[in-house]
C-alpha cells in the first residue's frame, strides 16, 4: 500500500474535502494579499469565490472520472476473469468425460 493512500473511503472524504478548502483559502488569501480592504467590493469577491468554485469542480470532476474509469477497468477485469474461468470449467468438464470414457473401456 502506497504511504499515503487513505484506508478507506471516508478518510479520502475527509481528504478531499481538506484540501478544497485549503485551496479556496490560499486563493482568497492571494486575492486579498494584492489589494487593500477598503478598494474591494461584493463584484470582486464574487469574482473570487466563483474562480474558487470552478476550480474545485474541475478538480472533482476530474478525481470523478478517474474513479469512474478505475471502476470501468476494474470491471472489464472481472469479466475477463469469468470468461476465463468459464474456459476452464469446459476443458475440465471435457477431460472428466473422456476419463469417464476411458475407465468404460
Same mark, same amino acid.
Given at each position: 500500500?502506497?504511504?499515503?493512500?487513505?484506508?478507506? +473511503?471516508?478518510?479520502?472524504?475527509?481528504?478531499? !474535502?481538506?484540501? $478544497?478548502?485549503?485551496?479556496? =483559502?490560499? *486563493? /482568497?488569501?492571494?486575492?486579498?494579499?494584492?489589494?487593500?480592504?477598503?478598494?474591494?467590493? +461584493?463584484?470582486?469577491?464574487?469574482?473570487?469565490? !466563483?474562480?474558487? $468554485?470552478?476550480?474545485?469542480? =474541475?478538480? *472533482? /470532476?476530474?478525481?470523478?472520472?478517474?474513479?469512474v474509469t478505475l471502476v470501468n477497468v476494474r470491471r472489464g477485469d472481472a469479466l475477463q476473469e469469468k470468461a476465463r474461468v468459464d474456459k476452464i470449467h469446459a476443458r475440465r468438464v471435457i477431460v472428466e468425460s473422456v476419463?469417464?470414457?476411458?475407465?468404460?473401456?
Amino acid at each position: 500500500m502506497a504511504p499515503n493512500r487513505p484506508r478507506d +473511503l471516508n478518510s479520502l472524504r475527509r481528504g478531499l !474535502a481538506q484540501r $478544497i478548502d485549503a485551496d479556496a =483559502d490560499d *486563493v /482568497l488569501g492571494r486575492a486579498a494579499a494584492r489589494v487593500s480592504a477598503s478598494s474591494v467590493s +461584493l463584484d470582486d469577491i464574487a469574482i473570487v469565490v !466563483a474562480d474558487a $468554485i470552478k476550480s474545485c469542480e =474541475d478538480r *472533482v /470532476l476530474s478525481h470523478v472520472g478517474r474513479v469512474v474509469t478505475l471502476v470501468n477497468v476494474r470491471r472489464g477485469d472481472a469479466l475477463q476473469e469469468k470468461a476465463r474461468v468459464d474456459k476452464i470449467h469446459a476443458r475440465r468438464v471435457i477431460v472428466e468425460s473422456v476419463l469417464r470414457r476411458l475407465g468404460k473401456c
